[in-house]
């Protein structure tokens, strides 16, 4: 069975300093995989997506950035941190050649302060 | 512009009585549809789908109906429990396989 990872859960940071999220699937070859941002009582907003290695499309210009180095490895990085970056990061795979449903991980809570 | 719409932020319904939550979509060419469920501080988990050849689908105490002349779909729950409690998503697929999701309808089930 597939399984997602993200860490941390629970992330407190100072405004200006760098960010790196991670997120790993297991169980799956070449998924698609996706960030999203949940703000506090708002939707999903996609950040990023990746159809494979080193491919990253980008759906918002944002103060973020997203690498895929492996695979099943999906990393989302800032150089300095806005107090707007703040809010519920979560991570997606989807099997992607038309099954599109995307099954997430637990999500990062970020603060920035 | 909103391609996926939930138009009630939240809705409150009696234990054991039916839960309808209501999804509109503008774009005809949207041909599946998912309904995920999320809790706070969680990622969101896939509930049920549905493709524009059907116009229902059902498992277990959760219906999915689509009304593609309407662009309408909507997710019944019945009974519904306190363990539904939670925010329900609507998510269309899209043209590129990307999901266009809703913003959301929190349910509340009330004892």
């Known amino acids: 069975s597939q399984t997602i990872h993200q860490w941390p859960a629970t992330l407190v940071q100072p405004v200006g300093s760098p960010l790196s999220l991670e997120c790993t699937v297991e169980?799956?070859?070449?998924?698609?995989l996706y960030w999203y941002r949940q703000a506090a009582g708002r939707g999903l907003q996609l950040l990023f997506y990746?159809?494979?290695?080193?491919?990253i499309s980008s759906e918002v210009p944002q103060n973020l950035s997203a690498s895929r180095p492996q695979d099943r490895q999906f990393i989302l990085s800032s150089k300095k941190l806005l107090l707007s970056d703040s809010g519920f990061y979560l991570c997606?795979?989807?099997?992607?050649?038309?099954?599109?449903?995307?099954?997430f991980g637990p999500g990062t809570r970020l603060l920035v302060l | 512009d909103q391609q996926v719409k939930q138009n009630s932020p939240s809705l409150s319904v009696q234990e054991g009585r039916i839960s309808i939550l209501n999804c509109d979509y503008t774009n005809s060419m949207f041909d599946y549809f998912l309904w995920y469920k999320k809790y706070p501080a969680e990622g969101p988990t896939f509930l049920i789908s549905?493709?524009?050849i059907k116009d229902k689908n059902e498992d277990g105490r959760f219906t999915v109906f689509l009304n593609k002349s309407a662009k309408h779909l909507s997710l019944h729950i019945v009974p519904s429990q306190p363990g539904d409690s939670a925010v329900y998503f609507c998510?269309?697929?899209?043209?590129?396989?990307?999901?266009?999701w809703g913003a959301g309808t929190k349910l509340i089930i009330k004892p």
């Open positions: 998510a269309a697929v899209d043209s590129n396989y990307q999901l266009i």
């Open positions: 997606a795979w989807s099997r992607g050649g038309g099954q599109e449903t995307q099954y």
């Open positions: 169980g799956t070859s070449n998924p698609n």
């Open positions: 990746s159809v494979g290695i080193g491919q």
């Open positions: 549905i493709s524009s």
